[in-house]
């Protein structure tokens, strides 16, 4: 099997020194990174209602990250398409796909709302994206993903011969047969073989050491959010501080076997294993950590030990885009509320 092929799921996560403004341009920061690095596509996911993340239009966010990289695909992981009409996101998606012909993907989720009608709206979505459905109609039309953590939404995307991705850290089991599914129907539907890329939640540093603490902060804030403390991502001294429950620690332990994480080479070997099992040329690799100098240090040693192709540097980047949001990177602290009160 051949070398697979990395790209970033974002969820825009919002560290507790932190604050969405910021994690924002963050994003924005981490996909040109991402793009000099050699990852293939920069996904932005959905979120609402959640202080942990700061992801809740991924199409606007989609739009600024198009305009400030060039060759990088860009898209949704996903649009939660129970939320909205079908013919509103194939318009979205027509104007970003007519501006940045190529580069756009559009990926849906079917959380958000009630799933009967699910299938229905996910195929007029593909009608109304297919020629001449939709005003403007771009030269090349979006790419059209299907994102889920099971074998119903893998044989759907088989059905209406879409991408599929399977959410690993969703679900770490079942994927297999989920791309079996996946396969055989787009298969049946198309006549031609299909790929598929596997979503895996991964984070690493320069040692095992540093990144088993970016780890336990994770798990805090997964193992606190199945509880009910929906907050931003703990700092590593905020973690090194607490003491954990039992119920914390029982939760934790549920979602560290969907965590990948480690010193690089051991993550490397993870993940090209976890390919391979799943028959997926392409891993989508989300990582959420409190400071985001910590995120894109992750992703810059994932780039080194899968041997990425990294594009031309910085310094002969085209004027265009040399006209940048700030860099935040390392964010400063969020000011204390009595500082706040005394500033306001």
């Not at 198009?66 to 939320?83: E, K, Q």
């Not at 020629?131 to 893998?154: C, D, F, K, T, Y």
């Not at 679900?171 to 539907?189: C, H, K, L, N």
């Amino acid at each position: 099997m051949t070398k697979p092929r990395l790209s970033v799921l974002d969820q825009t996560p919002v560290g507790e020194d932190h604050t969405a403004d910021q994690a924002l341009r963050a994003s924005v920061d981490l996909a040109r990174a991402a793009e000099d690095l050699g990852y293939t596509r920069y996904w932005a996911a959905e979120h609402h209602g959640s202080p942990g993340f700061a992801s809740s239009a991924p199409e606007i966010l989609a739009g600024a990250l198009l305009a400030h990289t060039s060759r990088m695909r860009i898209g949704t992981g996903g649009v939660l398409l129970p939320r909205y009409d079908p013919a509103k996101v194939a318009e979205v998606f027509g104007v970003l796909a007519s501006l940045h012909p190529g580069r756009v993907d559009l990926g849906i989720g079917r959380a958000g709302g009630p799933a009967r009608d699910f299938p229905q709206r996910l195929a007029d979505l593909r009608t109304l994206l297919g020629a001449g459905g939709v005003v403007p109609h771009p030269p090349v039309p979006p790419q059209m993903w299907l994102l889920g953590a099971g074998r119903e939404s893998a044989r759907l995307a088989g059905l209406l011969g879409t991408e599929f991705a399977f959410g690993h850290f969703f679900s770490p089991v079942g994927g297999a047969e989920a791309f079996d599914d996946y396969r055989s129907q787009f298969r049946r539907a198309t006549g031609r073989p299909a790929g598929g890329a596997l979503a895996v939640r991964v984070v690493t540093a320069d040692s095992a050491g540093r990144a088993e603490e970016l780890a336990r902060s994770l798990l805090l804030w997964r193992a606190r959010k199945d509880l009910g403390q929906d907050a931003p991502l703990p700092s590593h001294e905020t973690t090194r501080r607490h003491r954990w429950t039992g119920a914390e620690l029982e939760r934790a332990e549920v979602h560290r076997t969907a965590l990948v994480s480690g010193a690089p080479e051991q993550v490397h070997a993870v993940l090209t294993g976890l390919a391979a099992a799943h028959g997926v040329d392409e891993l989508i690799v989300n990582t959420l950590t409190a400071d985001p100098s910590d995120r894109r240090r992750s992703y810059e040693l994932l780039a080194e030990a899968f041997d990425l192709p990294a594009h031309r540097p910085e310094a002969a980047v085209p004027a265009a885009r040399q006209s940048r949001v700030p860099r935040i990177l390392p964010c400063p602290r969020r000011p204390s509320p009595g500082a706040a009160g005394r500033a306001g």
